[in-house]
């Protein structure tokens, strides 16, 4: 794992260890295969928005790249900001409660938000990440990386 870096929690007040992940290749691997193969339209404004992100004119559209398994929504999300930075959204939610992960190419966890949904649709807020958030973190990367083979078998998007 790369040494350690320390990420800003902004609005939380406290900074908190980043947590690489995926320091070769496969990440960046996941998100070719997102462009090529997720949805190319999924408007994602309030998470950027609640992330901090540049946005353009308003809008955060992303590539989206979307697995349920055992009752549990995965997604890759791939954002490009105004500046050309990518910024990595993997998520992971039930019918009721997720986490989605804010991380830079290198995989490193930058920040997190935890959601609830009730009939009002879902509401989002930053944690700190501690060991517990780390390790769900971690299980989602697992996820990813374990099924990086069966992304690359999905046909291209057609667009």
């Not at 960046?28 to 462009?35: E, I, Q, Y």
């Not at 992100?53 to 398994?69: A, E, F, M, S």
């Not at 997720?98 to 807020?125: M, Q």
């Not at 958030?133 to 078998?153: C, G, T």
Request: hydrophobic content about 40%; overall charge negative.
């Amino acid at each position: 794992m790369k040494a350690l870096t320390l990420a800003l929690m902004v609005g939380v007040g406290f900074l908190a260890p980043a947590i690489a992940i995926a320091g070769d290749a496969s990440w960046a691997r996941l998100v070719d295969l997102t462009k090529r193969k997720g949805y190319n339209d999924v408007p994602f404004e309030h998470i950027c928005k609640d992330f901090f992100l540049p946005l353009h004119d308003d809008k955060c559209i992303v590539y989206q790249l979307p697995y349920t398994d055992l009752g549990i929504t995965h997604s890759f999300n791939v954002y490009t900001d105004p500046a050309g930075s990518v910024h990595i959204m993997p998520s992971e939610h039930d019918y009721r409660l997720g986490y989605i992960y804010l991380t830079d190419l290198d995989g490193k966890l930058l920040e997190v938000l935890s959601g609830n949904k009730d009939n009002a649709g879902w509401t989002w807020s930053r944690v700190p990440i501690d060991k517990t958030v780390k390790d769900r973190f971690k299980e989602e990367v697992d996820y990813w990386l374990k099924n990086e083979d069966r992304l690359s078998k999905e046909p291209d998007r057609k667009d």
